[in-house]
């Protein structure tokens, strides 16, 4: 009897909270109705992260809101828009919509974003490559790319990295992903690099190799590789995804990642490893 009292009254003064601080009205019907898991679940999301304002219980607070309301943050971004449409505002929500699959509203949102004094801003620009890719259209998302490092040669970025080993792959130039996937196996922040390596092993055919790769850590790994002094910042490392080919072997005629890049570089060869 006294345990039903106590979870009464939490729940009146979770209601009460919540009213006052303007949340969300369905936080009223998770407490009304499922009161122990809710009374929990409302004290992880908007009390406690209040009260120790720290990185975990921030993050413990947006995965159980994203759960519970997966358009909450779209919604938040989309009148930030209305109120300002800037820069920041059009890009937290078109990566907003990447997160949600809206990819053709991602797409419009940074095209938006990237106009003006604005047109070559290469956050922007690496996410309309990402969205445009996760739609399904890697020449597109590879045109993207190469605009990009052309306008910011200086840009240096893992993600753009990674999206254009992606691009590779989703382009069948597969020893040329392989070969992208190596060199970011060795730099690239945590494994995704260094497994979507060992996928595409095991797509080619290289079991062994794959399944030595999974066990070993440092097994695919590799040293930089260091291009001549005159190539500036990422141009050069872009340009390195298309070195390891052989002069007789035949590329595509359209232009994916790095192409353009790859012919600005020709001839000349990088330094030694």
């Known amino acids: 009897m006294v345990l039903y009292g106590l979870i009464l009254l939490v729940q009146i003064a979770c209601m009460i909270h919540a009213g006052r601080t303007g949340r969300p009205y369905f936080w009223f019907m998770i407490i009304l109705f499922v009161p122990g898991l809710g009374i929990l ?14 990185r975990t219980a921030a993050r413990l607070s947006w995965t159980v809101s994203v759960s519970l309301d997966p358009t909450r943050q779209y919604r938040e971004f989309a009148r930030a828009v209305e109120t300002l449409p800037s820069v920041a505002n059009l890009r937290a929500l078109a990566d907003e919509c990447v997160r949600l699959g809206r990819h053709d509203e991602a ?25 445009e890719f996760r739609k399904g259209d890697a020449d ?60 595409l092993l095991q797509r080619t055919g290289a079991e062994q190799r ?21 190539a500036a910042g990422m141009v050069r490392d872009r340009a390195s995804l298309c070195m390891n080919f052989t002069p007789n072997e ?21 330094a030694g490893l």
């Open 250 to 270: 035949s590329r595509p005629s359209h232009a994916g990642p790095c192409t353009a890049q790859g012919q600005l570089l020709s001839g000349r060869p990088p």
């Open 107 to 131: 797409i419009d949102l940074y095209k938006s974003a990237l106009t003006g004094m604005h047109e070559t801003e290469p956050y922007a620009m690496l996410g309309l490559a990402m969205a």
């Open 140 to 199: 597109a998302a590879g045109a993207t790319l190469d605009r990009l490092f052309a306008a910011n040669p200086a840009f240096n970025s893992a993600e753009a990295h990674l999206l254009a080993a992606r691009i590779l792959e989703a382009e069948d130039r597969l020893p040329e992903a392989l070969s992208a996937y190596e060199r970011l196996s060795a730099t690239y922040p945590g494994e995704e690099a260094k497994g979507r390596m060992a996928l």
């Open 41 to 54: 679940a409302y004290l992880a999301v908007e009390v406690i992260p209040g009260l120790l304002r720290g």
């Open 210 to 230: 794959a399944r030595d790769l999974r066990r070993d850590p440092q097994i695919g790994r590799t040293r930089p590789r260091v291009l001549s002094p005159g």
